[in-house]
């Protein structure tokens, strides 16, 4: 595979990020050879197939027809060269929408009278690491049709998208709770590996919250870990 290892670490952490960064290295090693190349041709056809494919997982947006690649070399490099400038030019365009937003929070939150949730580079390290354990466990169950995975994966990448050591809501981790609580029930004895790191996700969101509330240290999750009534917070 041509395509380096970083940058395919890349696309699952950020599949937005990653479909960049896989662009630019197809066109960035095309602009090395003044001529189409059997090289070239297998740089492209790579690149192509990992951006039609995290299009077809709806892992990113991309409006772009797909190119036609059958035909003499040069005309079938010529198509994925602009297929992969097309949707380039459309990555960059969502990275931006979504950096303005966060700066817009961060904004928001600094105005706000200081008022964030914080976690610690620990906790945002652990978070991306379950977010990244989430992903491979839903690509290899068997047991949910490829709809219900779908909407999960996208759950989880907007929680990725949400993730700074300050934010003003937490509503993404509770929302992607009462996702992946339908699929939990679906998968019965099977769900253990998804409700474990499901309620790891939830205690730090909860401890973070707790904090923002000056809560007591010793204070636990009302809805993690208790039987019968959860207990009151004064």
Excluded at 71 to 83: A, D, I, L, S, W
Excluded at 109 to 115: P, V, Y
Excluded at 181 to 204: C, M, Q, S
């Amino acid at each position: 595979m041509s395509i380096p290892r970083d940058i395919l670490k890349t696309v699952g952490d950020n599949p937005v990020e990653g479909a960049i960064a896989i662009c630019r290295f197809a066109l960035d090693h095309s602009k090395e050879l003044s001529d189409w190349t059997e090289e070239i041709h297998g740089v492209l056809l790579e690149a192509t197939a990992a951006i039609m494919s995290l299009q077809e997982h709806d892992l990113i947006a991309n409006n772009n027809s797909h190119p036609d690649v059958e035909g003499h070399m040069g005309y079938v490099c010529n198509n994925m060269t602009r297929f992969l400038q097309d949707s380039l030019a459309d990555f960059v365009g969502q990275s931006s929408a979504k950096k303005l937003e966060a700066l817009k929070k961060s904004f928001g939150i600094s105005l706000a009278n200081g008022f964030a949730y914080e976690f610690t580079d620990g906790d945002l390290n652990r978070i991306q690491e379950i977010i990244n354990e989430l992903r491979d466990l839903l690509k290899k169950d068997s047991a949910l049709d490829d709809g219900h995975k779908r909407r999960l994966l996208k759950r989880l990448e907007e929680l990725q998208k949400e993730l700074n050591k300050k934010v003003s809501s937490l509503s993404h981790f509770y929302i992607l709770m009462g996702d992946f609580g339908v699929a939990i029930g679906k998968l019965g004895k099977n769900a253990k590996p998804f409700t474990d790191r499901i309620g790891e996700l939830l205690d730090f969101a909860w401890k973070a919250q707790a904090r923002a509330e000056q809560l007591p240290s010793s204070a636990e999750n009302p809805m993690l870990g208790h039987d019968g009534e959860p207990p009151r917070l004064e």
